[in-house]
């Protein structure tokens, strides 16, 4: 403990009870039992299970020579005898799988016994075969489960096919799969069973991986061409038999297609399944939305920003009870940043780009949360936000299988995630050293055994709430390291909760039993039972209505990694006793609804107590915003000149050159209707819009054609030359030079009928890459006069430049205020972003790596500066705003987002360090962050020495670079001199304005934080007396280490006049601002009320607010 001596006072009484409180309090927490984890690894002795995937390493199979050499077997579990408990059955690749029936009942502990041999189900074993996953389904429809295992063939000597397992109802099973024209051959790796036609039987999606050759490196307008081995096949069920109907129900099957896991589940709820593909390595994920018609759309750009680079084991679930589905895809990012800078990570830029252009959806080398949105265009299909990293969910090493389900029983869907790989083949020193080292003298074998391990423990992650999920991993008893790849769960003692089945690579298999307590935490189980030829009731969706919300579950057992989960569905309720109504939706569209359930028992609903749904007879809402863009003659398309920061700067952390367009809104020709101006990218003409008749015209164009050489980053409608008409401000920017020729600030002068002239004196040259504006009157004449921020100096990325501050003359010219007066002005920061707050008369400010600024002007003209403390961040804007209706000047303020690797806070902050570091005549900008209470570099060894060669001569090896700490790469004598730069948070913010310029600090809610945020506008729209609050964002132009930061559908949000907002979601209010936006506006067209989203290198938008749909 340590005392402060300042201001303290403290008898002998009161230090005598501060001791006894506090020895007391040790006592307590001595004494206090040991918090038992959730979860516990049962022993194999008791259990009984003895199974191993037991792989051995030839010359013929290893990493080299077979990719998926390590990639494990899969599980699947189901009641095989009818008898309540659930069974399991495991994959191994080479040695023989295992089925295990569950003795539980009768040993009153979890306990299993082998029947492999007496039930005939071995499968295949030996060196000429490789099986893979596993799904239990009643394909015959007799009420018992059949088992379907995939194998690999036709590649390395391997040879068999997939196998059918008939159960024949006594612990015996007939292996039939010519039978159903199931014994599949090719690169099979999992199989998912489901209705997609809505005939009543089971169809089959057949997942098959590729492996690598010439002709996986292909365009991607190849991808009709399909491969015998490696595509993926839609098999239709003709009455027990299967018939391959891929290509007319518009399923891709090419040779590129890395399949690793299928997931299928009804994600844009319309009634029809839809199948999510995650491949591996430069192939998109597939999303496959059902049309209905028994074909399928293939839409994962449109429903996805981006997606998993090497997407691995995936599962569908609704995470956040709103009633869409979201998806958990697995990638091989580590959690350690030791062993992250050991590894190869996210594409060079240049490779980055080239694959985009080759048609492929940008793709990020990490675990991928996709929060589904719902419908926001009225199309097939549905959109999804990535907030994998928002989450915290995004590393966890080389990962297998991922599990959504409630594992405490709260009512909220956890995460587990299986881990570990036999070697690491990604090792750097591995690629650079060892394999260059010897590659001509050594073999195959022995070129994967000199691979390191990367054994792991398997991660778990408990939903907190809010988007939010916490690491619980030791908490609930995940230490053990190893290699786990398939997993499935089912409550195999009948408890209540979810226990866990996992597949082992070269170790025993793994049950761990779940300790959960139901007197704490309630549950229902739920069995279906439906008809004819679905009897287990796959595709149903249950939903269940508590007074704390609604949860929802589909039964499809193919989830995770090579595996199926057991057909009981099994819902955590928290401390709720009594539930609401029940209503389960069957594959067909048939509809059966329980009111007023009790808790804590296993209920069994038959499909034949259904009843047809009856859609209500009503028209479709119309939501409360609709985009008339077109019918409002809007054609303007923003066209970014192609310019690549990073050839410039190599470390800097974004494109600091694709900052428009920005909006200016105005009556130039004073009709008493508004017009407005888009700002143009370099080489593009900004374009003025009159209004006329409640469409949008082109105005007089001819002085900006004149300019369209420069790029415009800021707009700004005043009276400058006091004439009573308004005038056009542009400030001229684009991140690609300094020279303040070719990026002159701009002066429009109007004629009062909305024809624009160029004043070419009016204005001073300013030098280096501007940013923002803002006209006010500074000093109180009654003239208007210019703030402007500048951002960057081009090649110096963040060394701070000069602002300046432009006096009005009166005579339409501004003079540059260069004295004392301005001195704060000087090396003012990375600004990015300016208001005004006139009631106090002043000037806020924010950019990167910098504060939230106030400047105020004395009497006498001078500038002074404080700044609000602990908000230093990446800002993008700032809007003035009375947010909590007390006749003061709040702000809003657009930051980074937190949906990002790159965490910061006041304890711990986000460093950048200036200088340059090795005498090359350029300066080296190096972004450093705390892992683990370690501060460490950001980046990797590879990007730190092609900026600084000197790097290489001290650190001649990955590992040693990777356990360096920031001090022992750059010790204090280097750093001396250099500029230091600070992130404390990265959120966006209100800052509630006290009256007297004292700002309280409230973060916006999560919704805001899922990207950059660079606009807002305020308004009264639904005209109840409160401000409402739209923003919109998103950001592509992050190196690909850091990712891009797109997953914002913008926020239309209700406000309440104290300040909070109640957010509409953007399926219901309509307002979908996916892309990247830069600018909104409000606007009046006749008497509607409408904003303008300028989006960067996209369309503008025009979108009208409809008050009487609310």
Known sequence: MIFKKANIVCNDLYFKRVVQAFVCLLLFAACSPEKKPLFQLLENKNTKVDFVNRFLETEEVNLN???????????????????????????????GNALYLNKSKEKEQISFEDITEKAGVKGFSGKNYWTTGVVMVDINHDGWLDIYVSQMSGYKGFTGRNLLF?????????????????????????????????????????????????????????????DPLAGDKLLRNDNGKFVDVSEKAGIWGWAAAYGLAVGVADLDNNGFADIYVSNDFHENDYVYFNQGDGTFLEKSKEATTYTSNFSMGSDIADINNDGLLDIMTLDMKPDDDIVRKQSAGADPFDIFQFKLSFGYQAQFPRNMLQLNQGNLDGKIGCRFSEIGQLAGVDATDWSWSTLLADLDNDGLKDIFVSNGIYRRPNDLDYINYTYQKNVKKSSSLKLSQMMPSGAEHNFAYRNQGNLQFEDVSQAWGFSTVGYSMGTAYADLDNDG??????????????????????????????????????????????????????????????????????YILNFGLGAIKTIQEIKVTWANGKVQVLKNVPVNQILILSEINASPEKPLPEKAKQKLWQDITEQSNLKFVHQENSYSDFANERLMPQMLSTQGPKVAVADVNGDSLEDFFVGGAMNQAGVLYLQRNEKFVMGNLQAFMADKQYEDAAIQFFDADNDKDLDL??????????????????????????????????????WSNKSCLVTADFDGDK?????????????????????????????????????????????????????????????????????????????????????????????????????????????????RGINSDLRASTENPVTLMVKDFDNSFSTDPIICHFRNGKERLYEGLD??????????????????????????????????????????TFESLQLINDGQSNFQIKVLPKQFQFAPIYAFCTKDFNQDGKIDLVSGGNFSGFKPNLGMMKASVGTYSQGNSKGNFNQIPVHQSGLNMSKEVRDIQAIRLGNRDCILIANNNEHIQLFQFFKNQQ
């Open 497 to 566: 909760d979810l226990d866990l089945v996992i597949n082992n690579l070269n170790a025993l298999a793994s049950i761990y039993v779940n300790k959960s307590n139901a007197e704490e935490n309630h549950y229902l189980k739920i069995q279906l039972k439906g008809e004819e030829k679905n009897p287990f009731g796959i595709g149903a969706k249950v939903e269940i209505v508590t007074q704390k919300g609604t949860i929802v579950q589909e039964l499809q057992p193919t989830r995770g990694w090579l595996s199926s989960m057991d």
């Open 65 to 95: 020579e077979y990719l998926y050499a390590y990639n494990g077997g899969g599980v699947a579990v189901g009641d095989i005898n009818n008898d309540g408990f659930p069974d399991m059955y495991f994959n191994a690749n080479q040695s």
């Open 166 to 226: 008939i159960n024949n109802h006594n612990l015996t099973f007939s292996e039939k799969a010519k039978e159903y024209q199931l014994d599949l051959v090719g690169y099979c790796q999992q199989a998912a069973f489901f209705d997609y036609d809505k005939d009543g039987d089971l169809d089959l999606y057949q997942l098959n991986h590729s492996v690598h050759s010439p002709e996986v490196y292909l365009n991607t307008n190849l991808r009709n061409k399909r």
């Open 783 to 895: 003239r208007m006069d210019i703030f402007v921020g500048v951002r960057s100096i081009v090649k110096q990325y963040g060394i701070s430049a000069d602002s300046y501050v432009l006096m009005n003359q009166g005579n339409g010219e501004f003079a540059l205020e260069t004295s004392e007066k301005t001195a704060v002005f000087k090396n003012l920061g990375m600004v990015n972003a300016a208001t005004w707050l006139p009631k106090s008369k002043e000037l806020v400010v924010a950019g990167d790596w910098m504060p939230i600024t106030i400047l105020k002007r004395d009497a006498n003209g001078t500038f002074s500066k404080r700044i609000i403390e602990h908000t230093a961040g990446w800002w993008n804007c700032l809007k003035a705003c009375d947010l909590d209706n007390d006749g003061d000047l709040d702000i809003l303020a657009g930051n």
């Open 943 to 984: 990007e730190i020495k092609k900026q600084m060669p000197m790097i290489q001569n001290r650190f001649h090896e990955y590992k040693f670079f990777a356990v360096s700490q920031l001090k022992d790469i750059f010790p204090e004598a280097l750093k001396k001199n250099a500029v230091i730069k600070q992130v404390e």
């Open 729 to 766: 401000l542009i400030l001229s920017a684009g991140g690609q030079t300094n020279e303040a020729s070719l990026t002159p600030l701009r002066l429009y002068l109007n004629d009062g009928k909305g024809n624009f002239s160029r004043s070419p004196k009016a204005l001073p040259l300013l």
